[in-house]
């Protein structure tokens, strides 16, 4: 229930800065051949070798993506650290209904999207990262990929674009895929909006996961609509910019940068149970009624979790 | 069932043209075809004559936008054509590669159509033809369409190649017509402009953009290619080895200091290096892929031939890496160095 209990993989006591192990995966230890093994040496040494030896991997190229650009070492020890702060001090996530993810195979994790700032993808990324151990993959909105430096990082955190055919490929090989069907029309909606779940897309994960024949896992994410609140937006400027829309908030765009820190909100995620959709077999995909039937049962689904949560969680910012 | 047919002598390659055979890849596939004893006759085609011997190859100077095409195949009664001839390089003005590449297809599909000698067609043509989109899905299947097609260069080339192709096929049904979608070719031979780019001074980079790249060996390009011919494989396929590399990460294993710069700096230092340089530049494509990169799955060709390339995108980096001399970088001596006064310490 607690999002402070620690990762028993991950040495006790070390948070921020985080220490890689040995030789994982390398078949010959280049650095540490003549010295004493390892236990002997001083802890600060080993760190240092540590370090060393993967800088040394990423200025080597030495190291591996997957076909979507996956880099997972790079993930685990850059970019996921970073967001962790974020989740542990910042939003002090707590996750519960861990129980509800399958340990391996495909699934498919469906949550609401909120925010002005897709800031609840990354964090649910934390999560599944550091309570699940599993990589999240998730399929992300076309504009990601369209700029720069995002769609990079975006591909190399795991994640790719929300297409069928990205999602049948993930699925297929046994991945953890999350997605958030409301897309932008749940990220940009208005404060007074706030967790009301609005459409959910056109059912192509449903369709998606009824194919792949995998598990549905709804999922609320409570919190994220306090980080930025969209009081009202500038139509004429988000055309300009080529986005969906251009947020205001009661600091953005006044207080310049500032603006952009997000409120510090209590969040809370919570996975509710599977649904599996093993009954109806892959060609009920191609049924119009049975895909809108189910989109509806797990938008209901969803809703319902998020507004028992929220009265879970209580006050939004203590 | 291809393997059924290929199995009856009737069906094997005995006269065999190969187009573009003064050129890398047709040089090598016209050298290993002619090593082949179930193969009676191979016969190269070029508009300048080949630099390297053939072996047996008996060499025809003829330019396949011209008739003249037609009677080779009809006097020679070849019954497999392999052609090799799309112009990936951008060597000379682009009208005029253009008109090589397709002018020069219609005018040998037209002969291939017309003899009634005519029994297979192996076409080499380029992944090139999925575009490169940040829309794309991550990989491209055989069935899949591109999100963008391409709109220039020798991709749009390839694309109506493979338009004309598909009329051959229809008008001709009982021909085998094999479409090879290669990926980017890299190994000791291969000279290409993403070759010549990789080996630049200080390679520029898109900023904000590591695109995933796959490559094909030389070597296994040549195979498959074979294979095509030899054996009864009709279809479009895509060729590339196994796996992905960004071309961050490329870039760092080839030891090659590189330096991001704005996508429209690009262009202009291509066109820069062009003309001061003797450099061949960046074509449109060459930038969209350096930018968005493709994956293509090869599950098909795997599958049909029950074969996998021998190299990964990452041992055909390497080989290409090696066979350049390229490698050791200034910075990764020093962590080296560093590393091993940590290790006696």
């Given amino acids: ?43 600060l040494e080993r760190r240092a070798a540590a370090g060393l030896a993967f800088l040394r991997r990423r200025l080597a190229g030495e190291y591996e993506v997957d076909e979507f650009g996956f880099d997972p070492e790079l993930n685990r020890t850059v970019l996921l650290p970073l967001a962790r702060a974020l989740y542990e001090r910042w939003f002090r996530v707590e996750l519960s209904g861990q129980e509800n993810v399958p340990a391996d195979g495909g699934a498919l994790i469906v949550a609401n999207h909120s925010g002005t700032v897709p800031i609840d993808g990354i964090m649910l990324s934390v999560g599944v990262h550091d309570h699940l151990h599993r990589d999240l993959r998730l399929l992300g909105a076309d504009l990601i990929y369209q700029v720069p430096m995002l769609g990079h990082l975006s591909r190399k955190a795991g994640h790719t674009l929300a297409s069928p055919a990205d999602a049948t490929r993930l699925l297929g090989k046994g991945e953890l895929v999350g997605v958030f069907p409301e897309g932008f029309k749940g990220v940009g909606k208005p404060f007074a909006e706030r967790y009301r779940l ?31 609140p969209k009081l009202a937006e500038l139509k004429p400027l988000a055309r300009l910019l080529g986005l969906p829309y251009f947020p205001v908030t ?69 | 069932m291809g393997r059924t047919v290929s199995s009856m002598p009737s069906a094997a390659a005995r006269v065999v043209l190969v187009t573009g055979v003064s050129r890398f890849l047709g040089a090598r596939v016209a050298s290993t075809l002619q090593a082949d004893p179930g193969i009676e006759r191979v016969i190269g085609v070029d508009t300048v004559p080949p630099t390297t011997p053939l072996g047996r190859t008996e060499f025809v100077r003829v330019d396949i936008r011209t008739p003249s095409i037609a009677k080779i195949i009809s006097s020679a009664e070849v019954d497999t054509v392999v052609h090799l001839n799309l112009v990936t390089n951008a060597s000379g003005p682009r009208s005029k ?31 090139a033809v999925y575009g490169s989109s940040p829309m794309d899905p991550a990989v491209f299947t055989e069935r899949d369409e591109p999100v963008e097609a391409p709109t220039s260069g020798y991709a749009k080339d390839a694309v109506e190649v493979e338009g004309y192709v598909r009329g051959l096929r229809r008008r ?16 000791p031979g291969v000279d290409s402009p993403l070759t010549r780019y990789l080996r630049m001074p200080v390679v520029p980079t898109v900023l904000g953009f590591d695109p995933r790249l796959q490559f094909v060996h030389e070597d296994d390009g040549v195979e498959v290619l074979r294979r ?118």
Wanted: proline share 10%; charged share 20%; glycine share 10%.
């Fill in chain 1, 1 to 43: 229930m607690n999002a402070h209990h620690h990762d028993d993989r991950r040495p006790a006591g070390e948070q921020g800065a985080q220490v890689i192990p040995l030789n994982t995966a390398r078949p010959e230890p280049r650095i540490d051949e003549p010295g004493p093994p390892p236990s002997e040496r001083h802890p």
């Fill in chain 1, 198 to 228: 609005q459409r959910f897309g056109r059912g192509g994960f449903v369709e998606t996961a009824l194919r792949a024949n995998v598990p549905i896992i709804p999922c609320a994410i409570v919190g994220a609509e306090e980080i930025y």
């Fill in chain 1, 250 to 318: 009661p600091t953005f765009p006044w207080l310049g940068p500032a603006g952009l820190v997000p409120l510090p909100s209590k969040w809370m995620i919570q996975f509710g149970e599977p649904m599996p959709l093993g009954d109806y077999g892959p060609d009920a995909a191609d049924d119009p009624m049975t895909v809108f039937n189910l989109t509806d049962h797990v938008r209901e689904n969803v809703q319902q979790m998020l507004y028992d949560t929220l009265l879970r969680r209580g006050p939004a910012f203590f």
């Fill in chain 2, 97 to 127: 590669v253009k008109e090589f590449n397709v002018i020069g297809t219609m005018q040998l599909l037209a002969a291939c159509q017309r003899s009634p000698d005519m029994r297979k067609l192996v076409v080499r043509s380029s992944a």
């Fill in chain 2, 172 to 187: 001709r049904s009982d021909l085998t017509v094999s479409v090879l979608r290669f990926a980017n070719f890299l190994g």
């Fill in chain 2, 228 to 345: 095509m011919t030899v054996e009864d494989h009709p279809g479009c396929f895509n060729v590339a080895g196994d796996g992905v590399l960004l071309l961050s990460q490329a870039l760092r294993r080839a030891g090659r200091p590189y330096v991001p710069v704005p996508a429209p700096s690009i262009s202009t230092l291509g066109d820069l290096g062009r003309r001061f340089a003797g450099l061949s530049g960046f074509s449109p494509e060459l930038q969209r892929w350096l930018t968005y990169g493709r994956v293509i799955d090869t599950t098909a060709l795997v599958g049909e031939l029950a074969w996998r390339p021998k190299y990964g995108s990452e041992a055909a980096f390497a080989d290409f890496v090696s066979a350049q001399g390229l490698g050791r970088s200034a910075p990764l001596e020093l962590i080296d160095r560093l590393g091993a006064a940590l290790g006696r310490g």
